[in-house]
């Protein structure tokens, strides 16, 4: 056995890599799979330069056990209400070895935050052997069978390849929610950002875990077009989301952060990025051409300048799009104002701007900067790097 292998078959200790679906903030984090086994996509940041490799199964299996024994802890330390002590926390805690800190740390949070779910993490745990997946879906459940939730990113690339039995047996073994990155329907932008799956591969995807009735989010990257691919980007993705009918539909708007591929198109002119007036009006055609489908859109990322364009369809349409339309028939400097608003935490929706203490705020901070309509736009770029 070489160095290497040793290594890879050693158990270093409970892991957890470094993202998850902000739907999943509350959610215990299981590490089936570290970093992304595809890795091109020119606008996502994440994983470069990481090695994928996928934890042998006894590995997930002890840091399963690991969790369950302080889960199993604090509800000792806890008293007839859920409450634990500080003292108790800090008493338990010295006695613990230093390997198992980390993992008390996150059985902790998910006390905190009511046990209810569960993420598997990394970038798309469903490309281990299902057999294997299955296996440790089995020993979650039977460790928290009161769960309510077990879920997983995924490319729908790995899930075309999934037989149907399988994802049925995946779901019958607890993995109830699966997320996507859809990103576009369209096969021109899914082509120039190396996304590594086409519109058919996709729609193919999404129409499976449907079928197995696992609950379902796609996410949606607006302004992932540039100027040029604008409209077909919005409607390509939409035609593909009416096609599958996914539970959700969520917004993450495209941000451009310094050294990833797609930056070095935008700086050398290869790329054209929407500004938000633009990017309104590409996610108001996008809303638009949704018909027939009954998903959720949610808009819950700080990278989306509309957290109001949000509602189930098909009743929250009409409301969805009168929201996209008061933005863009408001003013050049009242969209200015709420464009620097949003970004600095001051407006959450359109109706903040009627707050005259909010707007005093924003107009001082844009006087302070010298930030006006003609310049906003820079300023809202190196604003949104700061959320990736």
């Not at 805690?93 to 740390?105: D, I, K, P, S, Y």
């Not at 997320?179 to 996304?195: P, Q, T, W, Y």
């Not at 935490?345 to 005093?360: E, H, Q, T, W, Y």
Request: aromatic letters at 6%; a positive charge; proline letters at 4%.
């Amino acid at each position: 056995m070489t160095q290497r292998q040793h290594d890879k078959d050693r158990y270093h200790g409970f892991e957890q890599g470094p993202i998850r679906p902000p739907s999943e903030a509350g959610s215990l984090l299981v590490r089936v799979t570290r970093n992304c086994p595809w890795n091109h996509c020119t606008f996502c940041p994440v994983y470069k330069g990481a090695r994928f490799s996928v934890r042998p199964e006894a590995h997930v299996i002890d840091d399963i056990e690991a969790l369950h024994r302080q889960v199993e802890a604090l509800k000792r330390l806890a008293d007839g209400s859920g409450h634990i002590l500080r003292q108790d926390i800090n008493e338990w805690m010295q006695g613990l070895a230093a390997h198992e800190r980390q993992t008390f740390g996150a059985a902790l949070n998910w006390y905190a935050d009511g046990m209810r779910s569960i993420f598997l993490q990394d970038a798309n745990s469903l490309v281990v052997k299902p057999d294997q997946l299955i296996r440790i879906l089995r020993h979650l459940r039977s460790r928290f069978p009161w769960v309510d939730r077990i879920t997983s990113y995924a490319r729908s690339h790995t899930i075309a390849r999934i037989s149907d039995d399988h994802l049925r047996q995946m779901r019958e073994a607890g993995l109830n929610r699966i997320h996507i990155g859809l990103e576009s329907g369209s096969d021109a932008v899914l082509n120039r950002v190396r996304k590594g799956a086409d519109k058919r591969t996709q729609v193919k995807a999404g129409q499976k875990v449907k079928k197995a009735r696992i609950e379902l989010s796609e996410y949606v990257m607006p302004g992932l077009g540039g100027r040029d691919l604008s409209r077909d980007h919005a409607l390509e993705t939409a035609d593909a989301l009416n096609q599958i009918n996914p539970d959700f539909i969520r917004l993450r708007t495209l941000a451009i952060p310094d050294g990833i591929p797609l930056a070095e198109e935008y700086r050398n002119g290869r790329f054209v990025k929407l500004n938000d007036i633009e990017m309104g009006r590409e996610i108001r055609l996008f809303i638009e051409r949704l018909d027939g489908i009954t998903s959720m859109i949610v808009s819950d990322h700080i990278l989306n300048l509309f957290e109001e364009v949000q509602g189930r369809l098909p009743e929250a349409k009409t409301a969805i799009l009168a929201v996209l339309d008061r933005f863009l028939d408001l003013s050049p400097k009242d969209q200015c104002r709420f464009q620097v608003g949003r970004r600095l935490g001051i407006f959450s929706s359109l109706v903040d701007m009627n707050s005259p203490k909010r707007l005093a705020k924003v107009d001082a901070f844009c006087a302070q900067h010298g930030i006006t309509p003609a310049n906003v736009d820079g300023m809202v770029d190196e604003m949104m790097k700061r959320f990736i």
